[in-house]
């Protein structure tokens, strides 16, 4: 710890997002730097806890403190040595993580300003990569085994990094056209510029591991659902066609890394309108334009001009409200059928050093929304075919007399909200997983259900762990 009383003296500086009438007009990444100074100074804000609980909230087990300190004293090859010690993609984390570490962080629980972590993670990893520290690792012994990961996301990219380190010859199976998954084709380039992915995977590819695109090895269904909701691909009919039994034959050992690529659905009357589409549709489209792939104007999905209603409270609802204003939208409306969390930083229910479950406002939110919770949505409304409107209800929720999940009870008249663009953003469904051949292990949000790409990165560690174990055991 560079400085012991910094935290007392140095407030928590953000680096704040670019202003909003800048921003709106491009898919540029929203979030600004802090200068080399700036940044050092909040590294010193760290006081090194006796029980770092930063540590213990990051999934990763990210050694905050480690890095702070180096950071602080200007030591930036120490500061990525000892973050990439246990992250591998910093870059990635650096910029869409929540931070978890940081709600956990001790400075948060003393006056509600911790320790800038995340920033902190993309700064040192910048440095890194412009001062050379980052290079292809040409000095991997090979041990002669053969993995397949079949799903480049970041679960499938952090197990294919560890293994091929470890000397594995690792293939990845990926069915879309460029691996990164929902980094690349959900996550809106406003909060993560796909080059970022590039130069990693460049990396990935110098430092010996191989990429198969267009391939498609058939894992796991869509629990209580037989028909899969369209997901991120765009791959064509001629895409060849694997399978986990095939492949767990010709290499040493699987990772099925698929994710979770069926979003629920909303089944209410008009579902079939012109005009209704999950939010990947939206969002993995316009991910595909920015990087120069072309739609025909029947297959393109566009708010310009449209009034939106974005249904469902989270973070994927948040990211098609960006992506909604960045179109031209004319309006935009996001509902959620759960009531408003709590205001501010403490949540009552779930206290520090857990995650506080409190009301978010997003960037996206800042750039213009009217956020309404307690509804219900009734049906959707049309005519020739094309969405107008949405009869939506709203709704309260009172304790169940025999416990167990809360009743809901309408309360008020129906209304109608006006839109010509609906998104549904209601989460994505855990896959279930046949038995596989003892040598095929399940990582990432395809084995724990949607989730977040730090947990999905720490569990594709941890699944290259066991492939390891495995072939070890069983050699
Ligand atoms: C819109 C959106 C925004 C998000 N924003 C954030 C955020 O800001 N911060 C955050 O931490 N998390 C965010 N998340 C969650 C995060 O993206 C996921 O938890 C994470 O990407 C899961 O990683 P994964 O590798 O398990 O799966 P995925 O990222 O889904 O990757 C799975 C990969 O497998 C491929 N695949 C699927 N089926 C097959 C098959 N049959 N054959 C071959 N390949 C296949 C897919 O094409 C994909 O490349 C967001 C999610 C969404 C939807
Ligand atoms: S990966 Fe996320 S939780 Fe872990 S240290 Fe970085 S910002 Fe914090």
Redesign the pocket.
């Known amino acids: 710890m560079g400085n012991p009383k910094a935290f007392l003296e140095i407030g928590r500086q953000e680096a704040g997002y670019r202003p909003v009438h800048d921003r709106i007009h491009d898919f540029g990444e929203v979030e600004q730097t802090l200068s080399t100074r700036e940044r050092k100074l909040q590294a010193s804000r760290c006081m090194d806890c006796g029980v770092p609980f930063c540590h213990w909230a990051c999934p990763l087990g990210n050694k905050a403190p480690e890095w702070n300190d180096a950071l602080y004293k200007g030591d930036w090859e120490l500061a990525y040595r000892l973050l990439n010690s246990t992250n591998p993609f910093p870059e990635f984390t650096g910029r ?3 931070a978890l570490c940081e709600k956990a962080c001790v400075l948060n629980r003393f006056n509600h300003e911790p320790t800038t972590n995340r920033e902190d993670e993309a700064a040192i990893t910048e440095m890194a990569f412009q001062e050379g520290f980052i290079q292809p690792r040409t000095d991997i012994k090979r041990n002669g085994k053969r993995v397949a990961v ?7 990219l952090a197990a294919a990094n560890d293994l091929n380190l470890m000397g594995y010859q690792v293939t990845v ?4 056209e460029a ?5 690349r ?3 809106p380039n406003f ?1 993560l510029n796909k080059a970022i992915i590039d130069r990693r995977i460049g990396l990935l590819e110098a430092e010996g591991i191989e990429f198969r695109y267009g ?5 796991g269904s869509p629990a209580g659902s037989p028909a899969a909701a369209p ?3 765009s791959v064509s009919a001629e895409s060849p066609v694997l399978s986990v039994a095939t492949l767990s034959q010709q290499y040493d050992a699987v990772v099925l ?5 069926t979003a629920r659905d909303l089944k209410a009357p008009g579902r079939e309108l012109k005009g209704v589409h999950f ?2 549709e939206l ?1 993995s489209q316009q991910n595909r334009v920015l990087a120069g792939i072309e739609f025909s104007k029947d297959e393109r999905i566009t708010a310009k001009g449209k009034d939106v209603l974005v249904i469902g409270g989270g ?2 609802g948040s ?1 098609c409200i960006g992506t909604a204003h960045r179109q031209g939208c004319k309006s935009v409306t996001q509902i959620e059928i759960m009531p408003r969390p709590v205001e501010g930083p403490d949540d009552p229910q779930n206290p520090w050093p857990n995650w506080p479950r409190t009301l978010k406002t997003t960037s996206s939110h800042e750039e213009g929304c009217t956020r309404r919770w307690n509804i219900n949505t009734l049906e959707f409304l049309g005519e020739n075919g094309h969405l107008t409107g949405v009869k939506v209800q709203e709704i309260d929720w009172k304790p169940n007399p025999e416990g167990g999940r809360p009743i809901m009870v309408e309360k008020g008249k129906p209304e109608i909200i006006k839109a010509e663009l609906v998104l549904l953003a209601m989460g ?1 469904l855990k896959p279930e997983h046949p038995a596989y051949p003892q040598n095929v292990f399940v ?4 084995a724990n259900g ?7 990165m720490a ?2 560690k941890q699944t290259a762990q066991k492939v390891d174990k495995f072939l070890h055991d069983n050699a």
């Open positions: 869409i993580c929540p079949i799903g480049a996301g970041p679960a499938g199976f990926e069915k879309n691996a990164g998954g929902l980094l084709y959900g996550i909060k391939a498609t090895v058939p894992a997901a991120a691909s890394a698929t994710g979770t690529p939010a990947l969002l973070d994927t990211d994505f990582c990432g949000d395809s949607a989730s977040l790409v730090v947990r999905a569990s594709g």
